[in-house]
């Protein structure tokens, strides 16, 4: 440059009094143990958590955990095309409702907790510009009054020189070299500009950093004179990035593999404001196999209703859950560590971050199925009882009025088959147990009676008719069991299953099929848990009415 660059910084920017060196101060490093990170997740509030969200904001809780650090929620807003009305709370409700909870940053809409805020980048235009005007100063940043026409034309001719490189650099840069004056004229005839960095890379090196996750990554070094600050005084994603990572003294940052190819840009803009260059960990996505065409692909908002976290509270998966599964996709070691440590809090789990597979990862419903499974069998009656009406009352009113009715009736019967060394596990989320427990309620009963193809009608009708007169509600388990043993011979099947396979063609059937026939009477189904817990929780009026209605 042939110009004063302070005379330029107090020209472009002559309301900022304060320096890099008072925010150095006003955000000192953290005072943290040997070893640990500091992490963020920092979305656009788009109102929207996609599932790749709650699993980066996973990485970066655990991190930060497993190392007695911090992670935070830094809200990034600076692209107002992306955003909707109080996108906030759509992303905090989101965490809430999984427990993920940030040591620090923004805790709800316009609140927030930490020293290091603000930590939504619209609120932090003023750190934006010390550090923009002092690389201004030390001539590292320059006004670009290009239009856009005038950027088409530069693309156009870098297309016809058949640059290897497209963008605004070197010999394109058009107002990299502009004098004081012709700045000073354009901005007297008040026209827009942007803040440029001015790379001093060059189209021949190459750059090398250590990814946490992908180990050591070559590329080309930064030659873009990229924009900082844009025309209205908003920072670039890149800018907020080097100087919030920097003054909320991130240690790590962690973020989708899709920001892989910036860190060139990003390394050179932290050396040119002097920060230190953060670690950098870029995550995997998160895929899917294409039903149509059954390729791997991204899970994408428009298609796939699961790419939402929002879908897994509405179908009512536990949040442990979700968390669960998504630790299985984390580290591969983590349902090792499950098996030995069955009830242990999943943030006691030592995650490494080296441990992640760089490829994406295969979002599997029917796995995160199995594995809710698991969680709820081994929950009490008590927590599921609290849990699926909790669920109910937002997303079926109806199911949650006849759930909520009888609270020791609904706890007793999510208690079938429970509490014992192989619960069932049959629920997945909430959503399934007004169907899996129908015939409890006569609000939602259906009577069926599709007898198994082995036995006949007549055959059923004559066991329903002789179990009624013997049935009592009183009986114990083993009395009631006799009662349904002792039916077998008079109606020509065999209490004894082993006698019935040796010769199938002496019965009608065994005590299997005699209970069949009553389980179908009473409760419509050929599955269910526990028959006997169930009769006695339907009451001796209920179960002869049915018995009878056959
Ligand atoms: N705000 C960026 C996004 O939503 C986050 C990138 C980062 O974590 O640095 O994609």
Known sequence: MNYDCKALANLLFPDVTKTVEDLEIKYPERDLKEGARVTRFAPSPTGYLHIGGLFGALVDVLTAKATGGISYLRIEDTDKKREIDDGVSAIINGFDSFGIGFDEGVTGFNEEKGAYGPYTQSQRAGIYHIVAKALVESGLAYPCFCTAEELTELRATQEKDGALITGYFGKYAKCRDLTL?????????????????????????????????????????????EVLLKSDGIPTYHFAHACDDHFMRTTHVIRGEEWISSVPKHIALFKACGFKVPKYAHTPQVMKIDEEDGTKRKLSKRKDPE???????????????????????????FE?????????????????????????????????????????SVMKADTVYELVSEWAKKYDEDFYKVFTKDKAFSTEMV?????????????????EVKDYFSYMFNEYYVPQFELPENIEMEDAKAVLAEYIKVYDTNDDKD???????????????????????????????????????????????????????????LGKDEVIKRLSSI
């Not at 004229?185 to 060059?202: A, Q, T, W």
């Not at 079938?416 to 959503?431: G, V």
């Open 307 to 333: 790419a939402a976290v929002s879908y897994f509270v509405e179908q009512g998966f536990p949040k442990e859950s979700l968390i669960e599964y998504l630790l299985t996709l984390l580290n591969s070691n």
């Open 181 to 225: 004056e012709q700045i000073e004229e354009n901005l007297k005839e008040n026209k827009p500009y942007v803040l440029r960095f001015r790379s001093n890379g060059s189209e021949d090196k190459r750059i090398m950093f250590e990814d946490m996750i992908r180990g050591k990554i070559e590329m080309p070094e930064n030659v873009i004179d």
């Open 479 to 537: 009395t009631w069991f006799n009662k349904i043993k002792e039916l077998c011979s008079p109606l020509g099947f065999t209490p004894n299953v082993k006698e019935y396979k040796q010769n199938p063609e002496n019965f009608k059937g065994h005590v299997g099929d005699v209970s069949t026939v009553i389980r179908l009477a009473v409760t419509g189904r050929k599955n269910t848990p526990d028959l006997y817990t169930i009769m006695k929780l």
């Open 336 to 376: 090792d560590w499950r098996r030995a440590n069955p009830t242990a809090d999943i943030y006691s789990f030592p995650f490494n971050l080296k441990k992640m597979s760089p490829s994406g990862c295969l979002f599997d419903l029917v796995k995160l199925n199995d594995i809710s499974k698991n969680v709820i």
């Open 415 to 431: 208690n079938i088959d429970r509490e014992s060394n192989k619960p069932r596990k049959d629920i997945a989320k909430w959503e």
